[in-house]
C-alpha cells in the first residue's frame, strides 16, 4: 500500500490537547513541517508565552524556552542575539502578542530583529475566558462586551499586521488563514516564507493566522468556520502585506 501521509518529525507523540473544533493544531502542524522540510528542527528554539500558546511546548520536537504574558518576542530576541546561529520562533496568540505585547512587537519590527513571530488571531482570549480581546469585532461579544464591541467606547479592531508592515525593519508580514484546505495551503507557504527569510538573515517576520474559538464564540466548530470567513476575512487585510525584493528573490 502507498503511504501518501507521513506524521511529521517536527511534532512529539504528545496528543493535542486543544478544544474541538480549535485550529492551533494545523498552524503548529504547518510550521512542524516547515521546521522538517528545512531541516532545522535540532537548530530551531520556540518561545512560548501563557495561554492556549503555551501548551506548543508539548507538541513541537524542537527546543523551548517559556515566556511570561506578552514577552515571548523579548525573550526570543535575548535567546537570538545569545545564539545567533540558532533560528528563533515565537508562537503567540492574538491576546498575547497585540496586547500586553504590543511594545515588543511594535519595537521588534522597528529594529530588524531577525527572528519569526507566529500569531494566532482568533479575536478573543481563549484560555483566560473568553474576554474581549484587542482584535475582538465591532459588536461582537465576549465576556466583557456581553452586549457587543462598542467602538466608542473600546476603538476598534487592531489588524496588527498591517501596523508591523509599515515598519522598515519588517521585511516579510502575511495575514493568512487555515479555514480550507486551500488556505491551509497559503498559509503554509507563508509560515514558510518567514523561516526562510531569518535563515537568510534578512531581518524580522511575521505572520498572523486567523483561528477559530468555537468554544467562546458559542458556536459549533462547523459554523467557526463560516463565522471566520464571513466575518474576521473582511475585516482583516489577508495575503502577503509586504515582501521586501531581498526577500522575493529568496
Not at 73 to 102: E, H, M, N, S
Not at 113 to 118: F, L, P
Not at 180 to 200: E, G
Amino acid at each position: 500500500m502507498k503511504k501518501v501521509f507521513t506524521k511529521t518529525k517536527g511534532l512529539t507523540d504528545v496528543p493535542f490537547s486543544f478544544c474541538p473544533g480549535c485550529t492551533h493544531g494545523i498552524i503548529m502542524r504547518l510550521i512542524a513541517e516547515t521546521m522538517e522540510e528545512l531541516n532545522i528542527i535540532e537548530d530551531t528554539i520556540g518561545i512560548s508565552p501563557v495561554g492556549c500558546a503555551g501548551f506548543s511546548q508539548d507538541f513541537f520536537s524542537c527546543d523551548f524556552v517559556g515566556a511570561a504574558h506578552g514577552r515571548a518576542q523579548a525573550v526570543g530576541i535575548g535567546v537570538k542575539r545569545a545564539l545567533p546561529d540558532r533560528v528563533v520562533f515565537t508562537y503567540q496568540g492574538d491576546g498575547d502578542i497585540a496586547a500586553i505585547g504590543t511594545q515588543h512587537a511594535i519595537h521588534s519590527a522597528a529594529r530588524g530583529e531577525k527572528i519569526t513571530s507566529i500569531m494566532v488571531n482568533n479575536a478573543i482570549f481563549g484560555m483566560t475566558g473568553g474576554q474581549m480581546a484587542p482584535t475582538t469585532l465591532e459588536g461582537m461579544k465576549t465576556k466583557t462586551s456581553p452586549y457587543g464591541r462598542d467602538i466608542e467606547s473600546t476603538g476598534f479592531p487592531i489588524d496588527l499586521p498591517k501596523v508591523i508592515a509599515n515598519l522598515p525593519g519588517a521585511v516579510y508580514v502575511a495575514s493568512v488563514s487555515v479555514d480550507s484546505p486551500k488556505n491551509i495551503a497559503q498559509a503554509k507557504k507563508a509560515i514558510k516564507r518567514a523561516f526562510q527569510v531569518q535563515l537568510a538573515g534578512l531581518g524580522f517576520a511575521f505572520v498572523s493566522v486567523l483561528s477559530t474559538c468555537p468554544t467562546n464564540w458559542g458556536i459549533s466548530p462547523v459554523d467557526s468556520l463560516k463565522w471566520l470567513r464571513e466575518n474576521m476575512m473582511p475585516i482583516y487585510e489577508m495575503g502577503e502585506l509586504k515582501v521586501t525584493e531581498e526577500v522575493k528573490s529568496l
